[in-house]
């Protein structure tokens, strides 16, 4: 990780500021502008109060605004590190290459782990329209009632797609602890039996426990070091104690012996 000097931090902070600062002016405009074309083609939206509105608005304004200011962030990045743009540029043709052998379908899936935010941010987007447009043509339906039932459609399939995506990120990270420990285990051997190790112990437990077995055994381990570490100084301290206070009681003895003998001479 490169350390930045503090004109570097100060360039970054200003290339995120504006890259921020122009997607979100970009997104308002968007938003404004589907806003607008909504109303007029759709009786619920039309019908919506002016603060509902405007949370469409700057919804749209915050959404753009975050994605750019981490483009601007991540090419500040690479044109000011020659060796990590290389890497990079490494990485790119590599994927490529890794994506030429690849089928479509597994070519989906890969771009849907990379870009999974934004499907989650294009789907939220997209259901509140969908579902405004789809319950807007319910005549039994007062406009209220018509505002509540389009935001639980819409956050039902957000989180359908929150769950698929965490889903897709549990399975990459298995994925690659698998990698490492067979690639630790073509160098010592010993690869192979903590993968298995690790999924028969995985099975029919959570992910947190799947991901902390290592760390466990690791810590369990370090502990029983220090404690038999800790157990030896004591055992000597006590050791070294005992010896000591047995000299002193001989030594006590022998003056008491002299002492008796002195006194019969006398």
Do not use: C
Not at 2 to 31: C, F, N, P, Q
Not at 205 to 220: I, S
């Amino acid at each position: 990780m490169k350390i930045l000097t503090k004109e570097e931090e100060d360039a970054h902070y200003r290339t995120v500021v504006k890259g921020g600062t122009i997607g979100g002016i970009l997104g308002l405009i968007g938003g404004a502008a589907g806003v607008l074309a909504a109303s007029k083609r759709y009786h619920t939206i039309r019908n919506l109060t002016l603060p509902m509105k405007s949370f469409l608005v700057t919804s749209s304004g915050t959404f753009v605004g975050i994605i750019s200011a981490d483009h601007a962030s991540r090419d500040f990045e690479a044109q000011n590190n020659a060796k990590r743009q290389w890497y990079e540029n490494r990485e790119e043709r590599l994927r490529q290459e890794e994506l030429s052998s690849l089928s479509f379908t597994d070519r989906a899936i890969m771009w849907a782990r990379r870009e999974k935010y934004k499907i989650v941010g294009v789907t939220w987007v997209a259901s509140m329209v969908g579902s405004f447009a789809l319950v807007g043509r319910n005549p039994y339906l007062s406009g209220p009632q018509k505002i509540v039932q389009a935001r639980v459609y819409a956050q039902g399939l957000t989180l359908a797609v929150l769950v698929a995506s965490a889903g897709f990120e549990i399975s990459e990270r298995r994925n690659r602890r698998k990698g490492l420990l067979e690639k630790e285990g073509g160098v010592n051997g010993k690869g192979k039996g903590k993968v298995e190790e690790v999924k028969e112990s995985g099975e029919g437990q959570g992910e947190g426990n799947e991901t902390g077995d290592l760390w466990k055994d690791m810590v369990a381990a370090e502990e029983e070091r220090l404690r038999s570490r800790k157990m030896s100084l004591h055992e000597s301290d006590y050791h070294g104690n005992h010896a000591h206070v047995e000299e002193k009681e001989k030594k006590t003895e022998e003056k008491e012996e002299k002492k008796e003998e002195e006194e019969k001479k006398e």
